[in-house]
Each structure stands twice: as C-alpha cells, then as structure tokens.
C-alpha cells in the first residue's frame, strides 16, 4: 500500500458480495480455474472477496490480490486464515497506481467483472498495467450485447443497484463496445473465449501479440 492509498469501500463489500454475488460466479470461476496450468503465478486485480484466487490456490505456486476496499481485503484475509491458503498474499492497494508496486511479473493477469465498472479514461491504462504484468491475460465482464430483452434487463437492474458511478461505467462499456473493442484497440491476440451457460458473462484467454 503506498502511504496515499486511500480505501474506498462500499455497502456490498465484505459478507454481502461473499453470500449473494460470489455464488453466481461460480460457473466463470471454474471455467477461468480450468485455464490456468499448475503451478503458475497469478495476479487478480480488483480481486473482491478474493473469491476467484481460492479457486485456483491448490493449483498454483503463488496468488497476488489487489483492491481497494478495506471490507474486501479483511474478507480476503480472514477467508484465507479459515481455509488454510497459504500461497496468496492480499494487498490494498489501488489498481491505477500498481505501476508503484515494483516489476514483479505473473503467468497470469485477471480481472473479473471488474472492467465495465471503470471510468472511461482509465479502462486501457489499467489494462496495459496488466499487459506488462501479466504473460497472459483473462479477463471476464459482461458480455454486450446481452443475449435476450430479460437479460439485458437484469444486467442492468444489477449495475443500477450498485451505484450511480458504477452504472455510469456500465453505460459506457455497453455503449463504447465491451470488452471486444477494448481487445481490439489494444491489439490483443485472443487465445480462446468462453461464454457462461446463461450467456451473459463471457471471457478471454488473451496475450500481446
Ligand atoms: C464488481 S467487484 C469484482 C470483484 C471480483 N473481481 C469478482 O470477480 O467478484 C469490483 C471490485 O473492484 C474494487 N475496486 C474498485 N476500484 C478499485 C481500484 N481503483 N483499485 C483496486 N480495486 C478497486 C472494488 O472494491 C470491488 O471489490
């Protein structure tokens, strides 16, 4: 953490995204487990309850968490502590500055719903923070556009009940093209992709080319 890192936390962090919205990722989280070989070292960024690292923390060497809610890294810690995992590390630290937490670099970079929520401007220098980060790339967000009216309709019931600022980058994403154009404008190879069974989630398998 540097000494300006100031957490920003919400009402859902902690127990509420452990107990309703962690559940719903299951699916994605098995299918981003299934792509990551043993004994790789991966680096979550936006790694809310720390959910998607304890997935994948048997198969791997090491795991780097990092977010910005104070809630979120004590539910990380403490989840840690409960299920004995011991080869992740959790920081609070804000994922626009991880430039000043050294040169360490990971097989793996993901981030998981993580990306629509993002003002516009800083999408791509987060995303060329993970670039140099990570080998290779999985991210995941919601895939646009949504497969039915109903569904498309429940997305945005959920982005609106997460705030004003969130829903606000919702919009954009949605409206700028989604993860696809933000693949293309960085000039990513896209390795494979997946869609969840309900179709509403999709994600990337990506590298520099
Ligand atoms: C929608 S949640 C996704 C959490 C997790 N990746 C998942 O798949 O469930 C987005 C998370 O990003 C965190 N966050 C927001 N801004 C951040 C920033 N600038 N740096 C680090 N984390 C941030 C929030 O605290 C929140 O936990």
Redesign the pocket.
């Known amino acids: 953490m540097t000494a300006e890192t100031q957490a ?3 009402f859902y ?1 902690g127990w509420i ?1 452990r107990k309703i ?2 559940p719903s ?1 299951t699916g ?2 098995k299918r981003v487990s299934r792509l990551i070989p043993e004994n790789s070292t991966v680096v ?6 720390g ?2 690292l304890f997935y994948i923390s048997r198969q791997i060497r090491a795991g780097v968490g ?4 104070s809630t ?1 890294i004590n539910t990380c810690q403490e989840q840690a502590r409960i299920r004995k995992i011991t080869n992740c590390d959790f920081l609070l ?5 991880i430039a000043s937490h050294g040169d360490q670099t990971f097989d793996y970079a ?5 990306i629509h ?2 003002p516009e401007e ?1 999408r791509i220098p ?1 995303l060329r923070e993970m670039i140099r980060l990570g080998k290779q790339l999985i991210l ?1 967000d919601w895939i646009s556009p949504q497969p039915s009216l109903w569904k498309k309709f429940s997305t945005h019931f959920v982005e609106r009940m ?1 705030g004003k600022a ?1 829903y606000a980058g919702f919009r954009s994403f949605i409206k700028q093209g989604g993860m696809p154009a933000l693949i293309k404008t960085l000039g990513l190879e896209t390795i494979e992709t997946q869609i969840t069974g309900k179709g509403t989630i999709q994600l990337w398998l990506c590298k520099s080319k």
């Open positions: 920003q936390n919400h962090d995204y919205l962690d990722l994605i989280r979550d960024i936006r790694c809310g309850t959910d998607q990092i977010e910005l809610s979120m630290a804000d994922a626009r500055d993901i981030t998981s719903m993580v929520e993002m800083l987060v995941v997460a969130h």
